[in-house]
């Protein structure tokens, strides 16, 4: 008969035979950062999202890198999130690891603007402004950070991003270090060649014009104002849901709100998920949404206008499932 010392004595040999978990072993290389069982619904505008299993808040671009590869390198899955402001998560969360991108440094010298990609963006306007340099107004009021208005060549009022980007440097899916200059990029309406490279920016550069400082702030509170005519403020949302419509030559673009207006789809609500009153085009959570909600409505606001109009309204919103990006 085994005694009950010897007992105890087995238990602690059993443990120390155990191979270490995956997390164990994360925890050893990224510190007392990395957490478990962390809800994501905080770290999105749409205040939407289930726990993630480990999560891990990189605050330097090498913290960033090794995150990404010790990832790689112990086989678990893996998703940068940066502002959270062009995403739905679902309501199970993720299954691996969430690093969300905390390296915000910008730097201005001269008439050149260089910024860690998770700086938020709004906070590089600012830099622009108070430098007196021209050419980044009108991003005045996106959110998020800059390395996710790289991805998806955030814009508004005509211009976008990759316009004024002059270079970039990148973390490749390899895992090595790439300066590239705009061309690179491919950008084109929301996009960019990030999309299907999974190479992530870990700087930007851009070259603006000095300009004048009050007609720099005029015209950020121009945009502010119109943003706030048809933004919602206290609504959890990501913006607009669905990507304009562009003619096949490119000369004309049609808002996808105002296909969605015609088709009724201010009047769609569940539970607290529902389109925001003042603009067709954004999807609202009023307090407590869930992601299946959110996905209902999208769904039905799309087959609404591909039945009416007999246009397939392309989400500009990604949707975040249990294991990585899927269509909406
Ligand atoms: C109220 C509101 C208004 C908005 N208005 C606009 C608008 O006018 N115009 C517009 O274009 N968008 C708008 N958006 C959408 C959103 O702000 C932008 O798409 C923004 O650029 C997303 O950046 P993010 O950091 O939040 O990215 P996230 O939502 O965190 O991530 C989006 C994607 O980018 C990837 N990503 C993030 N950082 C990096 C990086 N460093 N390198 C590679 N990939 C990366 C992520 O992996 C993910 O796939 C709005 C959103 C809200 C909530």
């Known amino acids: 008969m085994i005694e009950k010392d010897q007992m105890s004595l087995l238990k602690t040999e059993?443990?120390?035979?155990?191979?270490?978990?995956?997390?164990?072993?994360?925890?050893?290389?990224?510190?007392?950062?990395?957490?478990?069982?962390?809800?994501?619904?905080?770290?999105?505008?749409?205040?939407?999202?289930?726990?993630?299993?480990?999560?891990?808040?990189?605050?330097?671009?090498?913290?960033?890198m090794e995150a990404?590869?010790?990832?790689k390198e112990l086989n678990i899955n893996y998703f940068l999130l940066a502002g959270g402001s062009n995403i739905l998560i679902n309501d199970q969360g993720f299954r691996g690891l969430i690093i969300r991108?905390?390296?915000d440094k910008i730097e201005v010298s001269g008439e050149k603007i260089v910024a860690q990609s998770g700086a938020v963006l709004?906070?590089?306007?600012?830099?622009?402004?108070?430098?007196?340099?021209t050419g980044f107004e009108f991003a005045t009021g996106i959110k998020g950070s800059l390395g996710g208005a790289v991805y998806g060549n955030a814009g508004a009022f005509g211009h976008a991003v990759g316009e004024i980007l002059s270079g970039a440097v990148l973390f490749t899916a390899a895992?090595?270090?790439?300066?590239?200059?705009?061309?690179?990029?491919?950008f084109v309406?929301?996009?960019?060649?990030?999309?299907?490279?999974?190479?992530?920016v870990l700087s930007a550069s851009f070259q603006l014009q000095k300009g004048n400082k009050e007609e720099i702030k005029k015209k950020m509170?121009?945009?502010?104002?119109?943003?706030?005519?048809?933004?919602?403020?206290?609504?959890?949302?990501?913006?607009?849901?669905?990507?304009?419509?562009?003619?096949?030559?490119?000369?004309?673009?049609?808002?996808?709100?105002?296909?969605?207006?015609?088709?009724?789809?201010?009047?769609?609500k569940i539970g607290d998920a529902a389109v925001f009153y003042k603009h067709a085009?954004?999807?609202v959570n009023l307090g407590k949404a869930q992601a299946s909600q959110v996905l209902t409505i999208v769904r039905t606001m799309r087959e609404k206008v591909k039945e009416r109009f007999n246009i397939q309204l392309e989400p500009e919103v990604l949707f975040l499932d249990q294991y990585g990006l899927e269509k909406v």
């Open 14 to 64: 059993s443990k120390r035979t155990q191979t270490p978990e995956p997390f164990d072993i994360l925890k050893q290389k990224l510190g007392q950062d990395l957490k478990e069982m962390v809800s994501l619904a905080p770290y999105t505008t749409f205040r939407i999202g289930g726990p993630a299993d480990y999560f891990y808040q990189a605050r330097t671009p090498e913290k960033l």
């Open 68 to 71: 990404v590869m010790s990832a």
């Open 101 to 103: 991108n905390g390296c």
């Open 122 to 133: 709004q906070d590089v306007v600012d830099s622009a402004y108070e430098n007196s340099l």
């Open 175 to 186: 895992g090595e270090i790439k300066v590239v200059d705009r061309g690179y990029f491919d």
């Open 189 to 200: 309406y929301r996009g960019s060649k990030l999309k299907q490279s999974g190479e992530i």
């Open 221 to 268: 509170d121009e945009i502010m104002d119109l943003r706030n005519t048809k933004h919602p403020h206290e609504e959890g949302s990501a913006g607009s849901f669905f990507k304009n419509i562009k003619s096949a030559d490119g000369s004309k673009v049609t808002p996808a709100g105002v296909l969605l207006e015609q088709v009724g789809a201010k009047e769609l």
């Open 281 to 283: 085009n954004i999807v």
